[in-house]
């Protein structure tokens, strides 16, 4: 059943595409039908895969670098008041700052290369992760902390044993959030200035009135970002094991 | 470990010289006495002070220069206390065997099959025998607040406080667990917070009426026979009907 309806919803979309392009007659650098981009997914498919490997990593090591950042100052504002107060007003700048503003300053700075847009990746999954945990992490129920405090609990542990692990559903909230957003990072680095990557890709196809290789770009793309998704959502539920979901069956 | 922490008995000692919660001033010049190895119940409407008094023996109040809680053997209070609250505060992501041994955890003490062995004994002593390796969630408010008890004696500390810790369970729940905690707590210096007249006869030797604002202790009733009392006894339900007459005046008092 969880396989049936998502497959079931994606045949129904591809058909609408292809009854459309019939109906409507519409030019095949305008909209190609699903046919003509399942070809040029298939005889493309090497470079589009050498492109795909190329974002994928910069999506990944985005995700691993911003949560790494994000988590490292959540838990820093959520144990040092001076961090709370230093560490805070730079969260909102760095949210105040459109990503895609930053991106040409980036390429300027870090190149054509991956880094310029693992850099981007980082900056957009840096605040959902953040925001996330630390919110989780100063809303401890306060009976908790009671209890731990007459059971003579230092501060760090209090962290390490209740908050942390309190907070834990608040991060992945976060850290769902920041996979869905991880994409859009590298593929604005990738169009600013790159040399590879899927971005790069659609923006070459498109100047060569290559738009079945654009779309089959966009699908992979899509593949890409769905997969990650479920692969952390799988991931985080099994972190969370304990924790039930209460959202009724028969909402 | 010291095996015999919790056969320590000694009174304890609130002096109050004016305590401000929220703005309002609570307590001034009261005197509070819990006399070691009974159980002092503390009744009172809501808001006028019974859980902040608690708070006040726990160490958990923050700026407390007028008042002192002090030890009639003259050793410090902090350390031989344990609280148990209204809410079972089970930590959800460890199994009821994890969550008696949480103190330990919290310390970083090292966990020793001793104390595995005894945190499983005092389980089976509440009934949860067969559950220690469960997660909280999966278990109904009468074990969960059972597996708060025996967190609560794995602490093995001399005075329990207790914040109203059955109110939240069904009538037989309830009762059952009162008498299981009489049982285990027996050796124990209990200071318990109520709202129920019912429960602080049951258990109480020492049973104290807050009321008013700053708030005042009347005469406690002292009942020295064994318990938990039956249910049966008609001199309790007496008795019930004259605290609750106390306590409607007092909340009638509050609201004037």
Known sequence: MTVFRPLLVFVILIAAWQILVMLTGVQPFILPSPAKVATALLDRGDVIAGHAWITLGEILLGLILGTILGTASALAMGYFRTARQWLLPVMVVSQAIPVFALAPILVLWLGYGIGSKVAMATLIIYFPVTAAFFDGLRRTELGYLDMARTMGASRWAILRQIRIPAALPSFASGLRVATAVAPIGAIVGEWVGSSGGLGFLMLHANGRMQIDVMFASLFVLAVIAVVLYFAVDALLKRLLHWQPDTQPSND | MTENNTSQRFDITVNIDHLVFDGRSLF?????????????????????????????????????????????????????????????????????????????????????????????????????????????????????????????????????????????????????????????????????????????????????????????????????????????????????????????????????
């Open chain 2, 28 to 256: 001034r010049d009261l005197r509070f006495g819990i006399a070691g190895g009974a159980w002092t119940c503390l009744l009172g409407a809501s808001g006028v002070g019974k859980t902040t008094l608690l708070r006040l023996v726990a160490g958990l109040l923050e700026d407390v220069s007028s008042a002192t809680v002090s030890c009639s053997d003259g050793e410090e209070l902090p350390g031989r206390v344990t609280y148990m609250a209204q809410q079972d505060l089970l930590l959800p992501w460890l199994s009821v065997l994890d969550n008696v041994l949480i103190g330990r955890r919290l310390r970083y003490e090292t966990i020793s099959v001793t104390d595995i062995d005894r945190a499983q004994d005092l389980l089976a002593k509440v009934g949860l025998g067969g559950d220690t390796a469960r997660l909280p969630a999966t278990l109904s408010g009468g074990m969960r607040q059972r597996a708060a008890l025996a967190r609560t004696l794995m602490e093995d500390r001399p005075v329990v406080l207790m914040d109203e810790p059955f109110s939240a369970l069904d009538a037989i729940t309830r009762v059952q667990l009162q008498d299981l905690a009489a049982e285990l707590l027996a050796d124990h210096t209990v200071l318990l917070v109520t709202h129920d007249p019912l429960e602080a006869l049951r258990l109480g030797h020492h049973i104290h009426v807050l009321s008013g604002r700053p708030a005042v202790l009347d005469k406690p009733l002292v009942m020295t026979d064994a318990i938990p009392r039956d249910l049966q006894d008609t001199t309790l339900l007496a008795r019930q009907a004259e605290l609750l007459d106390r306590l409607r005046q007092s909340a009638a008092e509050m609201a004037a």
